[in-house]
């Protein structure tokens, strides 16, 4: 390996390899701790009561459970969708975000997880979708959305992963080689599996790389979908919609890019890698967020015109949400998912740390309102309307909320503390590039 | 009590050997009431005894169990843990099939009058009570007291022991203390003694009062129920000079008009009269009936009714006399109401066909007016009879109001509270608590440690009505023995043992029964006896019409001139808990009432307008002052109130009634006057606070969807159109379970909703819980408004789950805990659920219930002993919801298998159905052409609710049948 | 630089790799074979009873019938165990003064039921009706096995659902012409069966794999 490709990558390795961090980080992790532990207690907590410590009701079954859970889906896919494509196509892009955008994913569909197994009434027995010979000989209903979201979140779950590890394989080895104590080579030398970097390890790799980034693609439109469908399914007039699948894949991806923005944005002024998350990088991005930003809106319009086309009940529904108790949902949903990234028009806010910090969180925070809008929005109208009710979620709901943005945070501050957030070998390559240029 | 007899237990045994059935349990009862009984269960089993000072039933069980009937108390399939015994009895019970329930004929009384039942009773545990066919006031059919009856029989707060001020005492040291008393008193005559019992229609109750009256002839009685029917009685002394009871016959009339009350909720005949009405209403060769229901508060009737007019009961004297008057003279006045004419004419045209009815609420000059309009249309003898009153009051009877100058007067020495809760019932200007403490001895009968028995000096526990002896009159006069289904769960006295001590005789109920019998029977006895007590009913013992005649010297006393300002206050029983006597009973608390659909608490009923005029909304509360006491009541907005009117419930508001009746609500007894003890005059004024109400139903529109669907008569509904589905179609070789209900016979009565939550051991979750759109009933019944909120039509609708054809929830349950049975039932594993709670999202009738919570281990849980076993009790986290009473089919089927015949139509009867007064939910095999349910869905009026999912429901409802106004 | 792992280090990762893959496999292997052993389901484990009764004795050697003590067999859902009154018809003339019965006469005496350890007990979800297995052809043995060459009582089948629903699905096989049902012993199952049996279990199996067959 050349001198100079190494100190290329030196600052991004060294960020793992140093012995001391910064007390920001620190005071991060602390708080996040908490919040990890707080997840912990309303967990037990719901195992041991029952869903009854949350607001859920007839009819409404469904709170912040499946908001959430719908929510970090949608960062998971949006991210992960974004990197395999990078990686697809080679860009550019890639050196610098591929990495984080991986991590991304994959602690999102962490998240994600929890909340299907914890909103059963009866957690314990979540197993039973899984298809197993019991000795009362009954099997899952393969009918049912929930049976294909088992598969599609361990699915999803598992290709995530190996996204990122695949990835990182070379990069260990490199750390591997640059770590000073014994232990920590070991460390990263078990994970590294080995890695020389020979022709042929390179030649598998890539292929290794491609052909999970491959799958990603596929995967992505099955899990949004599937997430949809569960909704899709019923005779809840709102939900009764063909349009759902596409609705939860389209604006998931911009959630998922505008966190990608947020990490990217962050470490880059944080971690000091400007070098690596350059200018452009930064306001390719911003451009991507804000393209899948007007697609949601797209998707918002479409949503009315749907509706409008509908039978009675469904435009009963929709205007409810529009009007009802709920609307403050659905226009908080569109003002921050929609309007204010159009921000990102102007190359000053796509530059500035703070607008893609501001940008990053709001279409988030957009997002995690349309789904609420949707799900309790959309419970309120029924055929019926001697069982109109309303929901409120408690603070149980919340504090588990809470508790699965720390896990988040926490996650995302140890992959930051102890593997290279920046892919080097990509780098390495990028720069041999422009050097045999 | 009684001498300690030597106990033998073979003796006992030999008296129990070749006994069974009813005759088995009277024995049992008996013993079990034996001291000597108890005294040797204590010496045989003393470890568990101790335990049984917590629970009583253990020893019960045991004492059951040493008279070779364990088998009938001990293992039990429901709640039995998984590692229940095996039992084997001491000795075998010719006849006796564990799991096999028995069926008890018995009756039960409310407001004094008589109920038939049936009572089904398992391994000794009264488990569920039906209507008893043979019975004139049931006919198959119960209310809502009846059914939730059997869950006030297991209170865990009725008394159990003596208390003298408040401290527990042995049942020695009582007779330890009365039996001097008692001796004093029969020297005195009786002076100074005063007796205090609510009316009764039992006859050997009534005997025991004339045998106690002769041993004390100067002791003074006293009557009193705060439900009272003083002026229907004061009507009848003065239009007839001699004091009558009224039945009326639906079934007879081609026009029904009532001047407030509630003909199918609050006379003691409703059950009969709302079978009578919708029988009438189903005879297909006659015209149907035409209903009007003048009132001030909507009431049930009025709801069927086919005209409401609302009126403030101020105008109720001059609306009577005004329709008197148009009937005698033919011609209506124009100042008078605008709907008077449609009614005159309406009754002029029935003639003795009409009827007329006041309601119990009303001034005796309405009565008064109401009887002469029946006389003058000759209806007497068709569509009303007069009998001798059902609960008489023999010699001189007091009033509370006498009872309370006595004691002011310092008259009485001794009080006896025999039976109701006076001190909380009393009305406000009258401090009964105080006036007892100025009587020297007080001593109070009842089944509660409640307001009265905490006034008194000494509290009996008063043993209930399904463990003691007794009989009752049913409206019509006709008789019902009374008799135990259980040994005593908890010990005590019944009004007729106290009266029998009192008197002098020996402690048996039984006895002092039978007593009476004898003496109206003369010979014949036992037979007799044997008879009445299997059919739960005396044969040919309803009261003979007197034919009554008008005084001719009564004349309708001129209309008092009507009150200006103000406001009309209208006392009320309550639809859940009736006086109060049903505060601590759960099931009542939190069923819907019919009209409002608030749970757990009574609230005052305003009409719109009223509510618009003092700017209040449902929830805000006011100060209502009437006769200067000033009482703060939540509001409840009533469509169809009369104005100017506020409606209040009695028998909220209590102190004393146990862990779940007290503080819910208020107790509108504070400020209801002795004087105008049903109509008083108030003012109103806005207290600024809100309250939350519990309520399970928040719109009442149907929004111009068609749910309930409405037809002229001989006409029907448009006819569905038959969509296409993708699912294949099920293949149903033997049955087809399926359900109709005519909503034109729904009265709105919520009996079938308690019968199934006694049925199928549904939870009770309490006010927090409903308040979050929480409660676990599988049958609600939905009320609709329609038209002008002034005077709305209501609809009645009631949803149990649909089974449908093509149910959505089967195909989105990912583990099959909810799947389609060979014979089309809708079949609920609750072993297999994990509660993802997708069925119900995908239900579009929400009929799905989830144990949300561990409903099972809560303080509103009900005793595990009155558990169906037939019925799994459902865990935390679990989806449940009605089954068509799968228990039920299975049941029957085993039966049928079991003796190698096919099942017969009406061989399966859901809970629901059962319950009915009206019979409006049908349950039977469609693949039979021929069945009850198949012709009723071959109806014309036929349709499934939101037909248009094609979920293809197996509950299908027949339209309601509207006849057009006659505008005259 | 040094090497940081031996030659065989890689190896051993590879062997590693293998093993655990195996150990899941064979895991789930062992997890399904468990699940369905005998001793899972208590199958032959006596239970501690008050009193050491023989369904040898009783059953076997002296040919008493099941439905003697058994009494209400073909008319409920239960069996029905013997009261202490029926055992004393024998007992009060033989083994008079046996210890071991002694539960039994004090039971007679004082009138407390006697506890047996039940050994074939279902789960309170699981509805089972004797008396309509019984008139229908399936004989005390095809579950309850060779009751009367059984020392002490024990179950010599698993009960699973899985085992119930192997009958459920198809019942002639094992059934028993009536006269059959109550004997020990006899061969073989499915023969010898009434046509309009045979025809009404073809249509019925759907019936009977309901889930309200057993569950409500």
């Known amino acids: 390996m050349s001198s100079e490709a190494i100190a290329i990558t030196t600052p991004v390795a060294e960020v793992p390899l140093s012995r001391r961090f910064g007390r920001v980080w620190w005071f991060a992790l602390v708080v996040s701790g908490a919040l990890v532990l707080l997840l912990g207690y309303t967990l037990v907590s719901v195992t041991i009561l029952g869903v009854g410590i949350w607001g859920v009701n007839i009819p409404f079954v469904w709170g912040f459970d499946l908001i959430n859970y719908a929510w970090w889906i949608g960062i998971a896919n949006g991210a992960s969708l974004f990197a395999a494509i990078l990686v697809l196509r080679r860009h550019d892009l890639r050196t610098a975000v591929n990495r984080f955008a991986e991590g991304v994913a994959f602690f999102a569909v962490i998240c994600a997880g929890i909340f299907p197994i914890f909103h059963l009434g009866r957690p314990w027995l979540f197993y039973w979708t899984f298809p197993y010979p019991a000795t009362y000989e009954v099997w899952p209903q393969f009918r049912s959305t929930l049976t294909w979201d088992f598969w599609a979140i361990s699915t999803h779950a598992i290709v995530t992963s190996l996204l990122w590890y695949v990835g990182l394989i070379p990069d260990l080895a490199t750390l591997r080689d640059r770590a000073r104590r014994k232990s920590v080579q070991r460390i990263y030398g078990v994970f590294a599996l080995g890695w020389r970097g020979s022709v042929r390890h390179w030649a598998y790799h890539q292929r290794a790389y491609r052909l999970v980034a491959i799958l990603v693609l596929p995967l992505i439109l099955i899990m949004q979908s599937t997430v949809a469908f569960e909704f899709a399914v019923t005779l809840v007039p709102d939900w009764h919609e063909t349009r759902q699948p596409l609705h939860f894949v389209a604006t998931g991806l911009a959630q998922g890019l505008s966190i990608v923005l947020l990490v990217a944005v962050l470490l880059r002024s944080g971690l000091r890698l400007g070098r690596y998350i350059d200018e452009e990088d930064i306001d390719l991005l911003g451009k991507l967020v804000l393209t899948s930003a007007i697609v949601s809106g797209y998707l918002f319009l479409d949503e009315v015109i749907a509706a409008l086309l509908a039978e009675r009940m469904a435009q009963e529904a929709m205007l409810n949400r529009m009007t009802g108790d709920y609307a403050g949902l659905y226009w908080t949903a569109i003002v921050y998912s929609v309007l204010i990234p159009q921000l990102l028009w102007f190359k000053a806010a796509r530059n500035s740390t703070i607008a893609g910090v501001f940008v990053g969180l709001s279409i988030g925070v957009g997002i995690w309102f349309d789904r609420f809008s949707i799900i309790v929005g959309g419970l309120q109208t029924d055929h019926l309307p001697s069982i109109s009710r309303t929901y409120q979620p408690t603070l149980a709901e919340t504090g588990l909320f809470l508790g699965t943005i720390g896990l988040f945070a926490a996650l995302l501050l140890l992959f930051v503390r102890f593997l290279p957030v920046v892919s080097m070998f990509e780098t390495r390559h990028d720069e041999h590039l422009e050097k045999s240029s | 009590m009684r001498k300690g007899a030597h106990f033998d237990l073979e003796a006992m045994k030999a008296r129990l050997a070749n006994e069974d059935g009813p005759r088995l349990w009277r024995s049992l009862e008996e013993l079990a009431d034996l001291p000597e009984v108890r005294r040797y269960v204590e010496a045989e089993f003393p470890d568990i005894v101790q335990a049984a000072t917590i629970d009583r039933r253990t020893l019960l069980r045991l004492m059951s169990a040493s008279l070779a009937l364990g088998g009938l108390a001990a293992c039990d399939g429901g709640s039995a843990g998984k590692n229940a015994p095996l039992l084997s009895q001491s000795h075998t019970m010719p006849g006796h099939v564990p799991g096999v329930p028995l069926t008890v004929a018995t009756s039960l009384p409310l407001n004094g009058f008589g109920r038939g039942v049936l009572v089904k009773v398992q391994e000794g545990r009264p488990i569920k009570i039906e209507g008893n066919p043979l019975h004139p006031a049931s006919l198959g059919a119960t209310d809502v007291f009846a059914q939730a009856e059997i869950l006030s029989l297991y209170d865990p707060d009725r008394s159990d022991a003596p208390l003298q001020n408040g401290v527990e005492r042995t049942w020695q040291e009582l007779t330890g203390f009365i039996r001097p008393v008692r001796n004093e008193l029969v020297v005195a005559e009786g002076k100074g003694l005063h007796i205090l019992m609510p009316p009764t229609s039992s006859p050997t109750l009534l005997r025991l009062v004339a045998q106690a009256r002769q041993l004390f002839p100067l002791a003074r009685w006293h009557s009193f129920s705060p439900i009272d029917d003083d002026n229907r009685r004061a009507a009848g002394m003065t239009v007839f000079g001699h004091d009558v009871d009224l039945v009326y016959d639906l079934a007879q009339a081609d026009t029904i008009v009532t001047l407030g009350g509630d003909l199918f909720a609050e006379e003691p005949g409703h059950l009969r009269y709302a079978a009578d009405y919708q029988a009438r209403r189903r005879m297909q060769d006659l015209a149907l009936p035409r209903a009007f229901a003048v009132e001030s508060r909507p009431s049930l009737f009025g709801a069927r009714a086919d005209d409401r007019i609302p009126l403030r009961p101020r105008d109720f004297a001059a609306f009577a006399q005004a329709l008197a008057g148009a009937l005698e003279t033919g011609s209506v006045a124009p100042s008078d109401h605008p709907s008077l004419s449609r009614i005159a004419d309406a009754l002029r045209k029935a003639g003795p066909r009409a009827l007329v009815v006041a309601g119990r609420e009303q001034s005796a000059a309405v009565h008064a007016l109401a009887y002469a309009i029946n006389m003058r249309l000759g209806a007497f003898g068709s569509t009303i009879r007069a009998i001798e009153p059902v609960r008489p009051s023999e010699g001189d009877v007091g009033t509370l109001a006498d009872l309370a100058d006595a004691i002011a007067a310092g008259q009485v020495s001794h009080l006896v509270v025999l039976g109701g809760n006076p001190v909380y ?53 006709a008789v019902g023995l009374r008799q135990p289904v259980t040994l005593p769960l908890k010990p005590g006295l019944s009004a007729e043992e106290f009266l029998g001590l009192l008197a002098g005789q020996a402690l048996d109920g039984r006895g002092l029964v039978q007593a009476t019998w004898r003496e109206a029977w003369g010979e014949g006895f036992e037979a007799r006896w044997a008879r009445s007590l299997e059919d739960g009913v005396m044969e040919n013992s309803a009261a003979l019409s007197l034919d009554v005649a008008m005084r001719d010297d009564w004349r309708p006393e001129p209309a008092a001139p009507v009150a200006s300002g103000g406001i009309d206050v209208i006392f009320a029983p309550d639809p859940s808990v009736w006086d109060g006597t049903f505060a601590n009973n759960g099931w009542l608390q939190e069923l819907p009432k019919p009209l409002t659909k608030q749970a757990w608490g009574n609230a005052a009923l305003i009409a719109p307008e009223t ?32 104005p100017g009117t506020v409606t209040l419930t009695l028998g909220y508001g209590r102190q004393r009634a146990g862990r779940i009746g007290n503080d819910i609500g208020f107790d509108a007894y504070a400020i209801r006057p002795s004087q105008h003890s049903w109509i008083a005059v108030g003012k109103i004024r806005a207290a600024g606070e809100r309250v939350a109400l519990v309520s399970t139903q928040q719109h009442h529109s149907m929004q111009g969807r068609d749910i309930v669907r409405v037809v002229a008569p001989g006409q029907s509904p448009p006819p569905e159109k038959e969509h296409p589905s993708l699912y294949p179609d099920w293949p149903y070789e033997g049955h087809a379970w399926g359900m109709a209900i005519d909503l034109d016979a729904c ?129 935390r986290g679990v989806m449940e919801k009605c089954t068509y009473c799968i228990q039920r089919i299975g049941t029957a089927r085993a039966d049928a298998r079991i003796e190698d015949r096919p099942l017969r139509d009406g061989e399966v009867v859901t809970a629901c159905q059962q319950a009915c007064p009206t019979k409006a939910i049908a349950f039977g095999d469609v693949n039979d052409r021929d069945s009850a349910v198949s012709r009723l869905k071959q109806d014309p009026r036929n349709y499934a609710l939101l037909g248009a999912l094609n979920t293809r429901p197996r509950t299908t409802y027949l339209a309601r049948i509207e006849q057009p106004r006659e505008d005259g | 630089m040094a090497q940081l792992f031996t030659p065989a280090a890689a190896t051993l990762f590879r062997v590693a790799i293998v093993l655990a893959c195996l150990g899941i496999l064979s895991g789930a292997a062992l997890a399904y074979v468990w699940a369905r052993s005998g001793s899972t389901w208590n199958v032959g484990k006596p239970a501690p009873q008050p009193v050491p009764f023989r369904h040898d004795l009783h059953s076997g050697s002296l040919g008493i019938d099941c439905r003697y003590c058994h009494s209400t067999v073909e008319h409920g859902a239960d069996a029905g165990m013997p009261s202490a009154q029926t055992c004393m018809t024998c007992h009060s003339q033989v083994w008079v003064g046996a210890s071991v019965l002694e539960p039994i006469r004090s039971s007679f005496l004082l009138g407390q039921p006697i506890e047996w350890a039940s050994v074939h007990r279902l789960p309170d979800y699981a509805y089972f009706n004797h008396a309509v297995h019984v008139t229908k052809g399936v004989a005390c043995e095809t579950c309850h096995g060779r009751v009367d060459r059984m020392p002490k009582t024990v179950k010599t089948q698993t009960m699973s659902m899985g085992w119930c629903l192997d009958c459920h699905r198809d019942p002639v096989p094992q059934l028993r012409p009536q006269d059959a049902v109550f004997t020990m012993g006899y061969e073989p199952h499915g023969k010898n069966l009434p046509d309009d049996l045979r025809e009404f279990y073809r249509e019925a199996s759907r019936r009977l794999t309901s889930c309200n067959t057993c569950h409500r």
């Open chain 2, 425 to 477: 019932t009393a009305p406000a200007d009258i401090d009964l608590a105080a006036l007892i403490h100025r009587v020297p001895l007080s001593l109070h009968l009842g089944q509660h440690r409640d307001e009265t028995a905490s006034a008194c000096h000494w509290h009996i526990p008063e043993s209930h009505p399904l463990e003691s002896w007794g009989d009752l009159r049913a409206f019509d006069g």
């Open chain 2, 611 to 642: 509510a618009a005029i003092f700017g209040l909304s449902t929830g805000d509360t006011v100060d209502l002052s009437v006769e200067g006491r000033v009482l703060r009541v939540p509001v409840w907005i009533m469509p169809g109130h009369a």
């Open chain 2, 747 to 875: 009265i709105g009565c919520n009996a079938c909703v308690i019968a199934c939550q006694a049925e199928n051991n549904i939870a009770i979750v309490g006010p927090e819980e409903v308040a979050k759109g929480r409660e676990m009933h599988w049958l609600r019944v939905d009320r609709y408004y329609g038209g002008d909120p002034a005077s709305p039509d209501t609809y009645f609708q009631p949803v149990p789950c649909m089974h449908c054809e093509k149910a959505p929830c089967e195909v989105v349950c990912p583990v099959n805990a909810t799947v389609h049975s060979s014979e089309g039932i809708n079949d609920m594993v609750y072993n297999r659920c994990v509660g993802t709670r997708t069925c119900s999202n995908n239900c579009p009738y929400k009929v799905r219930r989830f144990n949300f919570l561990d409903y099972q281990g809560t303080d509103f849980t009900a005793s595990s002993d009155l558990m169906n076993p037939q019925v799994t009790v459902r865990d």
